[in-house]
């Protein structure tokens, strides 16, 4: 079995373009992030000098949680006002619409989520389609903070 012993080197020292390879991480993120690849880990070497080392993806493939994300029980933080909605049998959390209201130039959302009341808002003057109450709906958080329960 062959050995390496690879020394760090700049893009440059090994000959490659650091913004060529910056494009590269840029580009397999962007595999990652629209789904059409888990994951990716990039040794690239040149000789025995190692020029980048980039690990990308997910931990768990039918999850897609991040590498970093926390083990066992989690708590989700969202702002109201980033959130989307689906019909029940899409992707998001499962919500029950109790009642929409306008409140100024939003719309107020009340419903429940995992059994918890949640007050949602939906930018613009009327409520989004098919959320009216009495449906059932799944909520997607545009940007969730997730948390180890504690």
Excluded: N
Excluded at 11 to 38: H, N, Q, R, V, W
Excluded at 95 to 109: H, L
Excluded at 129 to 137: F, Y
């Amino acid at each position: 079995m062959s050995r390496f012993d690879f020394v760090p080197a700049t893009a440059s020292d090994a000959g490659f373009s650091a913004a060529d390879l910056a494009e590269l991480d840029a580009y397999y993120e962007t595999m990652i992030a629209k789904g059409e690849l888990p994951g990716h880990v990039l040794l690239l070497a040149r000789g025995d000098k190692m020029v980048r080392g980039h690990v990308a993806g997910f931990a768990d493939w039918e999850s897609k949680a991040p590498r970093d994300a926390p083990q066992g029980r989690v708590e989700v933080f969202f702002r109201p006002d980033e959130v989307t909605f689906a019909p029940a049998d899409g992707a998001g959390l499962a919500a029950e619409v109790k009642a929409v209201a306008a409140r100024g130039p939003d719309v107020r959302i009340e419903c429940l989520i995992e059994g918890r009341p949640m007050e949602l808002e939906a930018h613009g003057q009327a409520a989004p389609a098919g959320v009216a109450p009495g449906l059932s709906v799944r909520v997607k958080p545009l940007r969730p903070r997730v948390y180890a329960a504690g």
